[in-house]
């Protein structure tokens, strides 16, 4: 898989599906590089499959993965869980921060870009 399919989900009808999955498993491939380059067991949070009509509970779990592995390294990351998902600007910024911060940490693990 390829860190481009976390920038921004495919214009389709199951788009958001799609991205939801390959995000996933981007998530997965950098908990296996940061056990295998540090040691360290990051919590893995449920956040496929993504159920829209809880976004909220979504973007918590979401965010609590993030804040270890950007903790982990030294990355200052961003605070995902505040997005309004109703407002497609902020939805916007949130893929790309999203897409920023699993760059960062892919490229300190050695995790797929």
Known sequence: MSL???LNPPPTDT???EWSFEHDQHHRAIIAA??????VDL???QI???????????LQLHQAM???????????????SSVDWR????RQGFFYLN???????????????
Request: hydrophobic fraction near 40%; charge should be negative.
């Open 4 to 6: 481009a399919q976390v």
């Open 15 to 17: 788009g958001l599906e």
């Open 34 to 39: 940061v056990k295998q380059a540090k040691g």
């Open 43 to 45: 919590t893995y949070q």
């Open 48 to 58: 496929y499959p993504m159920n829209p009509a809880d976004i909220e509970n979504w």
């Open 66 to 80: 993030h804040s270890d592995m950007t903790s982990l390294f030294r990355i200052i990351g961003n605070d995902l």
């Open 87 to 90: 407002d497609a600007n902020q």
């Open 99 to 113: 897409f920023s911060e699993h760059r960062d940490v892919a490229l300190a693990c050695g995790a797929p870009i």
